[in-house]
């Protein structure tokens, strides 16, 4: 989607510098150079990378919790210095924090009224997300009875309880079990229908390229590498052929083919594919 006045892209980064200063006697520390990024409207960005690579810096200095060093970002068109341009964003922290005595509904009403909602409004909004989110049972508990992956999951309703066009969540699902982390993506999926942004960091790159449309590659504060998935990680020359049912004459007779009139092609393994341990860990728990 091109950038006109009246659909700037979701997320603009030109630029960005950020330098920590130190103590006396002590070198300034460099998180993130000269980086520019954009984010359409839509689509689901993900900021991947080591830990201390610069994701975490960008992401505040996009939220406008963090002044840039240099360079500048912006949320809809707005700079991110200016209040306005987080009316229309749901943030999620890697480690969100929330009124232990509360339970979570009366968290999400809590985080509603700082949004100047309020009524009935409020209400049936507090039980949607709830119920989105797969938190309605746990509605009354108190929020010092939740595991990881239900914090995470609370701190997605909030962040969606006003509606807003971006979601930025930074590491979703650091130190949650499988079952909590499929829950997340399959939520994150849903939003990219819906037509929200969603702008998500992690150093979890499976779980990356399977949410994402498009990711940047962060190391040492730097963009290395930035596309849509699917052309970073095709293999240029070679071709996948994926076969059921075969019987060994068959592969026998491919194989013979290949060496034939494969005009130089030759084949590399085969072989029955492999699934991933999570996807294993999902199947025996859900059976």
């Known amino acids: 989607m091109p950038e006109t006045e009246t659909h700037p892209p979701a997320v603009t980064v030109e630029n960005l510098t950020k330098v920590f200063k130190s103590g ?8 993130v150079q000269d980086l520019s990024l954009t984010v359409q409207s839509g689509e689901v960005y993900g900021l991947i990378g080591p830990n201390g690579s610069g994701k975490s810096t960008t992401m505040k200095a996009i939220l406008g919790l963090l002044a840039p060093t240099h360079g500048r970002t912006c ?58 989110t797969g938190l ?9 009875g ?4 239900m914090l995470q999951r609370l701190g997605l309703a909030q962040a969606l309880l006003h509606q807003p066009r971006l979601i930025v969540l930074d590491e979703p699902t650091a130190g949650v079990d499988p079952a909590g982390s499929r829950k997340i993506r399959d939520l994150i999926m849903g939003f990219k229908e819906q037509g929200i942004t969603v702008l998500v960091t992690s150093h979890l790159l499976e779980q990356m390229q399977e949410v994402c449309d498009r990711v940047g590659i962060m190391a040492h504060g730097r963009m290395m590498r930035e596309g849509r998935v699917d052309e970073l990680i095709a293999v240029e020359n070679e071709t996948e052929l994926v076969l059921a049912d075969a019987s060994p004459e068959l592969l026998a007779e491919i194989r013979a083919l290949v060496e034939a009139k494969g005009q130089g092609a030759k084949i590399l393994r085969s072989g029955h594919p492999r699934t991933t341990l999570e996807r294993l860990f999902l199947e025996a728990t859900e059976e």
């Open 24 to 31: 006396l006697g002590k070198k300034a520390f460099l998180a």
């Open 75 to 132: 949320i809809f068109g707005r700079p991110s210095t200016e209040v306005e341009s987080r009316r229309d964003v749901g943030f999620l922290p890697e480690n969100p924090y929330f009124y232990k005595h509360l339970n979570g509904l009366e968290t999400l009403l809590f985080y509603g009224r700082l949004c100047s909602m309020s009524g009935r409004e409020l209400q049936d909004r507090a039980r949607e997300m709830l119920t989105l």
């Open 136 to 144: 309605e049972d746990a509605a009354y508990r108190r929020v010092s």
């Open 146 to 149: 939740y595991s990881k992956g």
